[in-house]
């Protein structure tokens, strides 16, 4: 019986002790929901672009380049981000990176933009329709053959 109580309260100390730890999790995931989870543009500039866009690799617009931007930006946001999107010559699909989200990769070209002398945000869910419109003409001039 002394034994039977003992190992109770064993188990008692195990699941007080597991509790918080379940809550702690139970929060982790809570925050990587898809409304919290998206990344700063210039968290995902510095990890996905950077490495081809500091140095000007393949002739990737330079970082901070006003002169080289200008016209970029002057192409206006939706149209810019869902041509990159898509790829430019050497400028790969997404960035080359498979899983980076629409939003995400868009956040990282508004950054580049801005630290380019430009005013873009991170696009709001209006923007994010122009962009998506913008990559599906791009797909369709891309399939019958324009450039
Ligand atoms: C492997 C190298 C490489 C990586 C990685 C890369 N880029 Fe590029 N990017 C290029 C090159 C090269 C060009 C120039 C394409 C051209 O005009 O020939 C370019 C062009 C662009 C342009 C201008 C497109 C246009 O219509 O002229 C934007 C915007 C851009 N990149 C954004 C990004 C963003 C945002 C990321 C990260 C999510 C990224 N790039 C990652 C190589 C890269």
Not at 52 to 77: M, N, R, S, V, Y
Not at 115 to 136: F, L, V, Y
Request: aromatic share 6%.
């Amino acid at each position: 019986m002394l034994r039977l109580i003992t190992s109770q309260q064993f188990l008692m100390r195990i699941v007080t002790a597991l509790v918080p730890a379940a809550g702690l999790i139970a929060s982790a995931s809570y925050a990587q929901s898809p409304s919290t989870s998206l990344k700063s543009g210039e968290s995902v500039y510095q990890s996905v672009c950077m490495h081809c866009h500091t140095q000007a690799i393949d002739g990737a617009p330079k970082f901070g380049d006003k002169k080289i931007w200008a016209p970029l930006i002057e192409e206006g946001q939706a149209i810019l981000t869902g041509h990159a999107w898509v790829g430019v010559r050497k400028m790969p699909p997404k960035g080359g990176k498979a899983d980076l989200s629409q939003e995400e990769f868009a956040r990282a070209v508004a950054f580049m933009a801005r630290a380019a002398g430009g005013d873009w945000t991170d696009p709001d869910a209006d923007m994010m329709k122009k962009i998506r419109h913008e990559e599906e003409k791009r797909l369709k001039d891309l399939k019958n053959g324009k450039d």
